[in-house]
């Protein structure tokens, strides 16, 4: 069953923090990303650039209009993520709280499975 962990957290907590602290903890994530990859579990995952960098897609009224930013304004922004492969969300849920930003409680972390779609649509939504 394949997953999303979805990493949510507040830039400027990430800021406050300096390199002295945030250095051993981007360490921690590769530490984490290394240990899932040689486990079989990870499928992709990335960071994501700043939520200046965002730009929001709407359509109204049946042209596009564009907004600078992200959908909603909140203080927690999503950062990155993890699609794992696993047994089960009981799996799922344990790989959410062993990274490194959840275990210092600087991050939160959504744990959400794909949705199956029938074999006959992949073709129809996925390239190649």
Do not use: C, N
């Not at 051993?24 to 960071?47: H, K, N, R, W």
């Not at 930013?69 to 799922?92: I, N, Q, S």
Request: net charge negative; charged share 25%; proline share 6%.
């Amino acid at each position: 069953m394949k997953y999303m962990l979805l990493i949510y957290g507040e830039p400027e907590r990430w800021a406050e923090m300096g390199e002295e602290a945030s250095g051993p903890l981007m360490e921690d994530y590769f530490a984490y990303t290394q240990a899932i990859t040689e486990s079989g579990e990870l499928v992709a995952g990335d960071p994501l650039q700043g939520v200046e960098t965002a730009t929001t897609v709407r359509l109204v009224d049946g042209e596009r209009v564009l907004t600078d930013g992200p959908f909603a304004e909140t203080k927690e922004v999503l950062g990155g993520y993890y699609l794992v492969d696993v047994a089960d969300l009981d799996r799922a849920l344990e790989l959410a709280a062993l990274l490194p930003g959840a275990k210092l409680g600087i991050d939160s972390i959504e744990v959400r499975p794909l949705a199956a779609l029938p074999d006959d649509m992949h073709g129809d939504l996925m390239p190649g």
